[in-house]
């Protein structure tokens, strides 16, 4: 059974507060391997409520890109400046020091080499356009929305990425 529109659009309007609100109004799905292979561009970021974390972590500057690549290693960037087409080049081309893969429910399992702990975020594909009051970014279907948590499963940070083409 499909959600009303306009609860649709309500559900997503908390995307980032509330994915669980925006998963009742099947407006997300878990992640599949092949959602993710690609390069990635965040295009929305926020922090959760009450989150205790050190915001000023480098890990958290306005222009984030990943890279899933299909022999399930990743590479990630964080800048304070758009990255330049050489430097896009460049990330796509990084030796990954991070693997990564999916659970059955879509969690989005990373591990960097040599670290015991394995970082685990919850990995969302958006099914359908929705438009958010308060941002003039569209959400669109195949974009994903990646919500980090701590060690107590509680959401931490919450990221909605949006595929890049080659070329841009």
Not at 91 to 108: E, I, K, M, Q, Y
Not at 142 to 159: A, F, I, K, M, S
Request: with cysteine; aromatic share 6%.
């Amino acid at each position: 059974m499909r959600a009303p529109r306009a609860l649709s659009s309500l559900a997503l309007a908390v995307l980032l507060a509330a994915p669980a609100l925006a998963e009742e109004a099947d407006v997300l799905r878990p992640c599949r391997r092949p959602d993710l292979i690609g390069f990635w561009q965040v295009i929305r970021f926020g922090f959760a409520i009450g989150a205790e974390i050190d915001r000023s972590d480098p890990a958290y500057q306005v222009h984030q890109h990943y890279v899933f690549n299909s022999n399930a290693t990743m590479a990630y960037a964080a800048s304070d400046a758009p990255p330049t087409p050489a430097e896009h080049r460049a990330l796509l081309r990084t030796p990954a020091t991070v693997t990564w893969a999916l659970d059955r429910s879509g969690r989005l399992l990373r591990q960097e080499a040599g670290a015991p702990r394995v970082a685990r975020t919850e990995c969302r594909v958006v099914t359908r356009e929705v438009r958010d009051p308060r941002s003039p970014v569209p959400v669109l279907p195949g974009d994903v929305l990646l919500t980090d948590q701590g060690e107590d499963e509680r959401p931490l940070t919450r990221r909605l990425l949006r595929k890049v083409q080659a070329g841009e």
